[in-house]
């Protein structure tokens, strides 16, 4: 089983009809949420059937910790 985060962004093996293959995730558990990163089309996968088709996974950027402005 894959490890997959809140924020990652995976790409796929097949191209989306908008031309993109990268997608972030959006929403964890026995199906992942993707969000298309080009046209921002939501898709709903069953995790076996997404671990199967991702080609590469690009860690999100954040650093886990919640930045709040203290003024």
Known sequence: MLELNLGDIVLLRKKHPCGGDSWKVVRLGSDVGLLCETCHHRT????????????????????????????
């Not at 590469?56 to 650093?63: C, G, K, T």
Request: charged share 30%.
């Open 44 to 71: 709903m996968l069953d995790r076996l059937v997404l671990e199967r088709r991702i080609y590469e996974i690009r860690p999100s950027q954040s650093d886990g910790v919640d930045s709040v402005s203290s003024t």
